[in-house]
């Protein structure tokens, strides 16, 4: 079996094939900040299915027309060292990591809903209702018990009751 150079050998020059990476990877952080937690929390089949479609949208746009081994090895680098250089930068630089990763929004403060809040994450009250009976709360009965209720910055749901820690 014998293999042509265009199977191991970058198909367009090496700087474009780290500059492309980067240019989406950036513009995939900048459009999932914008667009809001909620897409980042539990999966919905409507969001997957955009993440698959988004995914092979930018395929070509990251690697052009080259399809070489070493092409895809130096797009995947790129992508690697740039997420490991923006963990980097976020883990010491707290103000750039609420840049990058926003901040938790309140849902629920002292029992009751903040519908400004929800309007904010494009949370409906169904939604919010949803995420307290997965967190094993009742929505109609228990909402007096809660203290606050926040939507993280990965989207999931933090719930923290009232009453004392037990010691």
Do not use: C, W
Not at 6 to 31: G, H, M, S, T
Not at 58 to 70: E, K, L, P, T, Y
Not at 75 to 98: K, M, Q, S
């Amino acid at each position: 079996m014998t293999f042509s150079n265009d199977f191991l050998v970058p198909q367009i020059p090496v700087l474009e094939k780290i500059v492309r990476p980067l240019i989406i990877y950036i513009f995939l952080l900048v459009a999932f900040r914008v667009f809001g937690k909620r897409q980042l929390g539990e999966l919905t089949p409507f969001d997957l299915i955009v993440l698959l479609i988004i995914s092979n949208i930018v395929q070509n746009a990251m690697i052009g027309d080259d399809n070489s081994i070493s092409g895809g090895i130096i797009g995947a680098t790129t992508i690697l060292v740039a997420n490991f250089v923006l963990a980097y930068l976020t883990f010491h630089f707290p103000r750039l990591d609420r840049m990058v990763e926003g901040e938790p929004t309140v849902l629920i403060q002292d029992g009751k809903i903040l519908h400004d809040n929800l309007k904010k994450e494009l949370l409906s009250e169904t939604d919010l209702r949803r995420a307290l009976r997965k967190n094993q709360i009742d929505p109609d009965t228990d909402l007096a018990a809660l203290k606050r209720v926040e939507l993280d910055e990965d989207g999931t749901i933090t719930v923290v009751r009232k009453g004392k820690l037990a010691r």
